[in-house]
């Protein structure tokens, strides 16, 4: 039982990393676009 707590709990932090970095990259993407379609 304490293995699949623990692995359940790993897997959430490791989704909720990814989810975190995929909206920080994301963010990042857009404000780059955004400078780009200022500059034209």
């Known amino acids: ?4 707590y ?3 709990l790993a897997a ?3 989704l ?5 970095a995929g909206c ?3 963010m990042q993407y857009r404000r780059d676009q955004g ?3 200022v500059r034209s």
């Open 1 to 4: 039982m304490d293995v699949l």
């Open 6 to 8: 623990i692995g359940g």
């Open 12 to 14: 959430f932090a490791a």
């Open 16 to 20: 909720t990393y990814a989810l975190i």
């Open 24 to 26: 920080d990259k994301l």
């Open 35 to 37: 400078v780009k379609g």
